[in-house]
């Protein structure tokens, strides 16, 4: 079993990376393009075997698997807090950002909740697509899609109200929607499995 110690680094280094994704996002004005080029990010976190919340919670197996989740979740948003931290200090303005902030808080719970858990979906046929074909197409087809569908991605949204919104970012709202999109991903992705596996077995 990975150590703690290894296992929130590489966590720490996939927030991080979903930074750089979402700021290659916002500086492409092509709303497609940028979404291919946000799989960048899950590409390198796939490859190099880092570690990421949303990429892991569909393939947890037991008890056993709920700490190293709970590490791995921690380390993201240690990662992406740094990330984001770093981006607002550069000033760099995108209109879009606040844009996106907007109707990202403008959705009732229960529609977030939903949108995370469809993006919970994409993000396991991502991972298990790469696992089964090591083709990166799809990896990049599903990221490309749940963002183009505005479904809601745990970290990516934490980047981004974080950079809109630095040390404002705890007001209670947005911090419910933050945790109601850590929980979605979760149902999606393991909801997903689960059939797929019934699926399998009958």
């Known amino acids: 079993m990975e150590s703690f110690f290894s296992n929130i680094r590489k966590s720490i280094l996939s927030g991080?990376?979903?930074?750089i994704a979402g700021m290659t996002y916002l500086a492409i004005d092509n709303s497609f393009v940028g979404s291919l080029m946000f799989s960048f990010g899950l590409l390198v976190i796939l490859y190099k075997k880092y570690n990421l919340y949303t990429g892991k919670v569909g393939f947890v197996s037991g008890k056993k698997d709920i700490l190293p989740l709970l590490t791995t979740l921690l380390g993201n948003i240690i990662g992406t807090a740094i990330g984001s931290g770093i981006y607002r200090a550069l000033g760099i303005k995108q209109e879009r950002l606040g844009a996106i902030c907007e109707a990202k808080l403008s959705n009732e719970w229960w529609q977030v909740l939903l949108l995370a858990i469809?993006?919970?979906v994409m993000m396991y046929l991502a991972v298990s697509l790469f696992r089964s074909t090591k083709n990166p197409l799809m990896v990049m087809m599903p990221?490309?899609?749940?963002?183009?569908c505005g479904f809601e991605h745990s970290m990516a949204s934490l980047f981004y109200f974080i950079s809109n919104y630095g040390l404002d970012i705890f007001q209670p709202k947005i911090i419910i929607y933050l945790l109601i999109m850590v929980i979605g991903n979760a149902i999606g992705s393991l909801a997903w499995r689960f059939i797929e596996v019934k699926e399998k077995t009958e």
Do not use: E, N
């Not at 991080?16 to 930074?19: A, E, G, Q, R, T």
């Not at 990221?143 to 183009?148: A, C, K, Q, R, T």
């Open 16 to 19: 991080l990376l979903i930074v």
């Open 143 to 148: 990221i490309s899609v749940f963002i183009m």
């Open 118 to 120: 469809l993006c919970g």
